[in-house]
């Protein structure tokens, strides 16, 4: 579960960091390490990077080996994310100023259906591009080493970009290194700095109360599940027309066993110890969510939600698209919604289309039978891996243009474009223009289509001036953001020391086969439980589950997590 919560924190933070002018999502920063350089060197880079130009011409050997060069160069990319339609590059600022500079296009693909299948597919046939990006903790990572199919990113480094070793993070060379290589370039990859330094973390899906509704039902405290509950029944014996409450779609494939992302904000006021229960050193096994109470109480809670006729079945069913398209039209009273997402997307399109009355507040941490709620925060361990295939025309020519990406002169370039015209420096940190950054907070899509910034290289790193502009800006362009990042931080704590990262079987063995089981049983079960008649039909339906995860060897898989959990340790260098 915490895996791909990470992963989704990941995709989030694409859309932070475009709103706080700085790398990508809702946790602002990604780190393979700049140097110390980066910190003082950001001024001097970003006039290098704008006074560098590309004639299309090879230049003498001796500096960045990217700039040995600069001759039109095109190279395939797949990015695993359908969505991602904002990152193909075609003629935005920051894609031409790439272009222009290093004289590098890449040719982005994204996956016109599944995701998974087109991947596969791909795999299988053995027709890959270029490049991928891929998330660094998918099963199909470890096909794609131990078939062969992509070149070590050390032996490249090595042979064509030295200078790019010395820019890595030694602790994230380390964790993401299998049978002692880096494979992958991961984007995304935070320092353990991050916990007390720039935008705060939200590591879960909030929920949000609908501003009038709000006030029409008395503006009634609501800290705990007791008092959303009540608060709910008041909204829609008020507002009889809006549904109570709305969550983002179930599937637990691609959300993790909480199934909805929306389900963590309750499931950690139920559970507040859930990452540290589930570990079991006497048995030496790292037990499934599911097997625990406060978990399941999470779901219980939403059956009451059902039964009281607060929770409209059809959520359990509906496509992304479709609760979006009812979250735009602020047809909720409390809803739930990536912190960043509710920020820059629907308050903006709500107070636009239907007024500022009706835009949504966030709710503060719930208690739960009496325990304050705990959301288990922890820098990324990197989001997505840049691959370079062995069907690569050109690796030398790719890992040279890595190297550009991931210097502070790519960073700028990526991030904030050129000085004078995109940018301008303030007491030391880049700044967008006004015209630049009032697109940004006006009409986010329409920034992306015209400046492409956040979407070119999809290197992120972080740095101390980079997360120190981030910062200022958010706080700047975002304030309720801020302030309501800064409502939910005091319930974080650290999930790292705990070695829960990235614990499920790989997917071709066996313990992998009988995971997806388990997964495919547990998506089955959870429309079951939420709409369940009775305590009794709830409890028979869950215990019908466990007999049946016992029947297909989860156990086989829990003895598994175990032995990742403690390789997770090992890796971060405590135990």
Known sequence: MIGTRWKQAACMTVALAVLAGCSSNTNTNTNANTQEAATTGNNAAGKEANN???EGTTTEAGGPSWKQDTSPFTFTQYFYGNWASNYLWKDQFAMKLVTEKTGVTIDRKLATGSDDDYLNTMIASGDLPDTIMLDWNNPAVSKLIKNGMVYS???????YAPDLKGMLDEEMVKYHSVD????YLPNYFETKERLTSGVPITPIRPWFIRKDIYEAIGSPKIETTDDLLAALKQAKAKFPD??????????VAKNGFEGSL???????????????ERIKDDQKIVEYPMRNKGFIDAFRYMNTLSREGLFDPQLLIYKQEQYEEKLYGAQYAVASQFMDGMYTRYNPKIESTLGAEKKYDILGGIKANGQTPRYPASRLMGWQGFFVTKKAKNPERIIRFAEYAWSDEGQLDF???KEGETYELVDGLPQYKPEVRDLMLKDNNAWYAKYGLTASTLLWRSGKTIDAAATRDFKKDQPEQFEA??????????VYPLGMENLEPEGSTSEGVINVKVKDLWNKTIPKLVLAKSDEEFDGVYADFIAQMDKVG???VEKVMYERHLEDLKKKGIQ
Do not use: C
């Not at 990113?153 to 042979?159: K, R």
């Open 554 to 556: 989860a156990a086989n």
């Open 415 to 417: 991030l904030y474009g």
């Open 485 to 494: 990042k800064k409502l939910l931080e005091k319930f974080n704590y650290d």
């Open 180 to 183: 002692g290589k880096l494979w």
């Open 242 to 251: 809006v549904s109570p409450v709305g969550v983002e779609f179930f599937d």
């Open 52 to 54: 560098a130009t590309a």
């Open 153 to 159: 990113i050390d032996e490249l480094i090595e042979n």
């Open 262 to 276: 929306s389900m963590d904000y309750l499931i950690y006021s139920f559970a507040p110890q859930l990452l540290e």
